[in-house]
């Protein structure tokens, strides 16, 4: 046997012991999205195993708010499942690096993501990824259709137009012009200043610049984010300071809101709740002038790794491999709709109304919120005091100028790069 011969020979012998260590294999899939677990159960594990029948796959999910502390004394205590679901960035880094998830950068499909994609489950040099990217979420506002025509109104292309609209709204008297409450705070970041934000600080480039310290929250882009929330205040109907998540949402379900703030993991949501008593669709955040250039928060929010201590890794590596497929994206934006796949494979979306979010990466540039990526690893918390100071902005009890030199202060604290 000539040395090509043994090489071939050697190759061969090592994808057949890799294919037997795969097949017989049970897999046990972490996950906090227990909402999923009919969809994961009944849709995208048979797909996987009617093309690898010799693998099991088991989705074993934690309700939300317990997941990471569960999560955490499972990997402690050797008992979690093979494949870990990963909250991006750092939650999933800290596990890399305490050597719980196993680096990913060489399975085959790979190629499928591009940097945004991988950022999350990446190193911060990027060199190296630990967990597939599985699925984005993307912001915008859902409105009711009936309404709309009801009341003679277009969707707003800028944000002058959409406080025209907000008036008209107002006047008729018929409906809220839009549901958001400020009991939790976190929805007038999220769907509010991460929202419409992205297109007066440039999307990535003005991200990447809070990071290097380049641009400051005091900076005037970031300052008008705030002026315009400041101005939501008289829209958003009685007792909004007092209104939670979902009670803006039942609001708007019922037909009493004409326009959600909204991000894409919504859709689900109305598609149930609203059941066909009116129609919905979705228009992306407004621009502060006609003719600028078009920013979407593109947010990344799952992806899948190996559990380092897993005793099927082969078996993990198939189907991580198979997540990074055509068929699996398509199984996850249909039966999954408003969780957008984060690889690079062109496929049909069947929901209306994810399909309009879906079609805003056609003409807008893609972000993720600024708050994610190494800026929230301090004391005091970004996120939490965007969360805080926006919801204190819409509320009146604070300035725009206020809220952006609280959250600059914040960081000057103790990111060495803001000061």
Same mark, same amino acid.
Request: charge should be neutral; hydrophobic fraction near 45%; proline fraction near 7%.
């Given at each position: 046997?000539?040395?090509?011969?043994?090489?071939?020979?050697?190759? #061969?012998?090592?994808?057949?012991?890799?294919?037997?260590?795969?097949?017989?294999?049970?897999?046990?899939?972490?996950?906090?999205?227990? &909402?999923?677990?009919?969809?994961?159960?009944?849709?995208?594990?048979?797909?996987?195993?009617?093309?690898?029948?010799?693998?099991?796959?088991?989705?074993?999910?934690?309700?939300?708010?317990?997941?990471? !502390?569960?999560?955490?004394?499972?990997?402690?205590?050797?008992?979690?499942?093979?494949?870990?679901?990963?909250?991006?960035?750092?939650?999933?880094?800290?596990?890399?690096?305490?050597?719980?998830?196993?680096?990913? +950068?060489?399975?085959?499909?790979?190629?499928?993501?591009?940097?945004?994609?991988?950022?999350?489950?990446?190193?911060?040099?990027?060199?190296?990824?630990?967990?597939?990217?599985?699925?984005?979420?993307?912001?915008?506002?859902?409105?009711?259709?009936?309404?709309?025509?009801?009341?003679?109104?277009?969707?707003?292309?800028?944000?002058? $137009?959409?406080?025209?609209?907000?008036?008209?709204?107002?006047?008729?008297?018929?409906? /809220?012009?839009?549901?958001?409450?400020? !009991?939790?705070?976190?929805?007038? !970041?999220? /769907?509010?200043?991460? +929202?419409?934000?992205? &297109?007066?600080?440039?999307? $990535?480039?003005?991200?990447?610049?809070?990071?290097?310290?380049?641009?400051?929250?005091?900076?005037?882009?970031? /300052?008008?984010?705030?002026?315009?929330l400041a101005a939501w205040?008289?829209?958003?109907?009685?007792?909004?300071?007092?209104?939670? +998540?979902? &009670?803006?949402?039942? #609001?708007?379900?019922?037909?009493?809101?004409?326009?959600?703030?909204?991000?894409?993991?919504?859709?689900?949501?109305?598609?149930?709740?609203?059941?066909?008593?009116?129609?919905?669709?979705?228009?992306?955040?407004?621009?502060?002038?006609?003719? *600028?250039?078009?920013?979407?928060?593109?947010?990344? *929010?799952?992806?899948?790794?190996?559990?380092?201590?897993?005793?099927?890794?082969?078996?993990?590596?198939?189907?991580?491999?198979?997540?990074?497929?055509?068929?699996?994206?398509?199984?996850?934006?249909?039966?999954?709709?408003?969780?957008?796949?984060?690889?690079?494979?062109?496929?049909?979306?069947?929901?209306?109304?994810?399909?309009?979010?879906?079609?805003?990466? $056609?003409?807008?540039?893609?972000?993720?919120r600024n708050s994610y990526?190494i800026l929230s690893r301090?004391?005091?918390?970004?996120?939490?005091?965007?969360?805080?100071?926006?919801?204190?902005?819409?509320?009146?009890?604070?300035?725009?100028?206020?809220?952006?030199?609280? /959250?600059? &202060?914040? #960081?000057?604290?103790?990111?060495?790069?803001?000061?």
């Amino acid at each position: 046997m000539n040395k090509h011969a043994r090489t071939a020979f050697a190759v #061969l012998a090592a994808l057949a012991a890799s294919q037997a260590l795969a097949a017989g294999a049970t897999l046990r899939i972490e996950s906090w999205r227990n &909402d999923d677990a009919d969809t994961w159960n009944d849709k995208i594990i048979p797909a996987f195993t009617k093309a690898h029948p010799d693998i099991k796959v088991v989705f074993a999910p934690t309700p939300p708010a317990d997941y990471n !502390a569960s999560l955490n004394a499972k990997l402690a205590g050797g008992t979690a499942g093979d494949l870990i679901t990963c909250r991006p960035f750092d939650a999933s880094l800290e596990m890399y690096k305490k050597g719980q998830l196993l680096p990913v +950068n060489d399975l085959k499909g790979m190629a499928s993501f591009d940097e945004i994609a991988r950022l999350a489950w990446s190193t911060d040099d990027g060199k190296t990824t630990f967990c597939v990217p599985l699925a984005a979420v993307l912001h915008g506002f859902i409105y009711n259709k009936d309404a709309f025509a009801e009341l003679k109104l277009a969707p707003p292309k800028t944000l002058p $137009e959409f406080m025209e609209v907000l008036k008209k709204i107002k006047a008729d008297g018929r409906y /809220v012009p839009m549901a958001l409450g400020t !009991a939790e705070q976190w929805e007038a !970041a999220t /769907v509010g200043f991460q +929202n419409i934000g992205p &297109d007066f600080w440039a999307g $990535e480039a003005g991200r990447k610049a809070l990071i290097a310290g380049t641009q400051k929250f005091t900076d005037p882009q970031y /300052v008008a984010v705030w002026k315009e929330l400041a101005a939501w205040g008289p829209y958003l109907g009685d007792g909004y300071k007092a209104q939670k +998540n979902a &009670d803006s949402q039942n #609001l708007f379900a019922l037909g009493r809101a004409a326009i959600y703030p909204a991000g894409s993991w919504d859709i689900p949501v109305f598609n149930q709740q609203v059941a066909g008593s009116f129609a919905i669709g979705a228009f992306p955040p407004p621009l502060p002038k006609a003719g *600028d250039t078009c920013y979407i928060s593109d947010h990344t *929010d799952m992806g899948i790794g190996i559990n380092a201590a897993s005793k099927n890794p082969e078996a993990a590596k198939v189907f991580l491999e198979w997540l990074t497929t055509p068929e699996f994206a398509a199984l996850l934006a249909n039966h999954l709709p408003g969780f957008f796949p984060l690889a690079r494979h062109k496929i049909a979306i069947e929901d209306p109304v994810a399909r309009e979010f879906a079609s805003w990466r $056609e003409t807008c540039q893609s972000t993720i919120r600024n708050s994610y990526q190494i800026l929230s690893r301090g004391t005091p918390n970004l996120e939490n005091q965007l969360w805080n100071v926006s919801a204190q902005v819409v509320n009146g009890t604070l300035s725009p100028e206020q809220a952006a030199k609280t /959250v600059q &202060d914040g #960081l000057d604290k103790w990111y060495k790069p803001a000061r």
